[in-house]
């Protein structure tokens, strides 16, 4: 029987997979509790939904896939999901509303993937007075929008501030309802085609840019093994990456929200750094950069001192990362 490239690349990974998890410890011989994770396209956690799409993740944990980081908020603001894939900005913005999280991984840190998108003809920051910005109305798109304006010595009075998700934006500046977008891949392809420029990026954002893997605080214990079950999945995925860069690439981009050349992904992921696991441990352990980090975001997300806990064990962990790994690509 001829196997197609997905089945021989979902079996082979099969394979690949479960030795992996009998290295890492892991095994399935007791029932794991129900895992609900919600993510949404973002090249970062793009390792975690390919594994998800190949049939690697254990049939306990349920993946759904949003739209975007503003669905997934309000997925777990009614407990539809207990797991979540967000920026680090929006999980503050997830405990301001009442919804305790825990950092338990690091998928990336954006340098440039996230980007301000304007009409070819526009040459200087300045110009941007008096346009429509469409961005996403979640902390991070408010993030990007403040330093945006920053950077163009302009004020939320002197723009027209469009609230609209990522996938809405390229139908909202064709119905001439936006001039700029602030947007990221897949959204982003679009508009390049159409002659857009990018005008800002998340470079000039230092320190600003992580997404993440986030638990609901009270669910850590209950769900322990399966969220090192997640984890292991993502580190496994992006070592395949690197070790078989071209099926993976085909596999990423030939996906339902993601049909773009794979050109497009790979000058997406060049926009953003891959933590491998070890360096994952060391930002999750490191309290004091963290602590600066936090402080950093947190005039951006609405979120006070209070909200915060005292322990930022509480906020940040590495319980849950595999204890061996390979690296990571892009890093």
Known sequence: MTLSRRQFISRSFGTCFLSGLAMFGLSGCSEPNLVRIGSHP???YEFLHLGHRL????????????????????????????????????VLIARARGIPMTVIMIFDISAGADMVLAPHHTKKLTELAGMRIGYEATAHGQLILHK??????????????????????????????????????PYAHPFLAE???????????????????????????????????????????????????????????????????????????????????ERNHAILSDR??????????????????DQLPRDLDQLFTNQFLPKNSPNAAYY
Do not use: C
């Not at 993740?57 to 407990?79: C, G, N, W």
């Open 42 to 44: 973002w090249l970062g």
């Open 148 to 185: 945006l304006l920053e950077a163009a010595h302009l004020t939320l009075d002197d723009i027209s501030a469009v609230a609209v998700a990522p996938y809405q934006q390229y139908d909202a500046w064709k119905s001439d309802q936006i001039d700029i977008a602030i947007s990221y891949e």
């Open 195 to 277: 002659g857009f420029k990018v005008i800002f990026d998340s470079r000039q954002l230092p320190n600003m840019n992580y997404d993440v893997l986030a638990v609901t605080t009270d669910k850590l214990s209950t769900l322990s093994n399966s969220l090192t079950d997640l984890t292991t999945t993502h580190f496994k995925m992006l070592k395949s990456f690197q070790s078989n860069p071209s099926d993976m690439l085909y596999e990423m981009t030939n996906t339902i929200h993601n049909r773009f050349p794979i050109d497009v992904m790979k000058s997406g992921l060049r926009g953003i750094a891959l933590p491998t696991l």
């Open 55 to 90: 049939g690697q993740l254990p049939k306990h944990i349920h993946f759904t896939e949003y739209r975007s980081a503003s669905e997934i908020l309000s997925a777990l603001s009614k407990k539809e999901i207990d797991v979540a894939t967000l920026s680090l900005d929006e």
């Open 288 to 305: 004091e950069t963290l602590k600066t980090i936090v402080k950093g975001l947190m005039p951006y997300t609405g979120v006070s001192a």
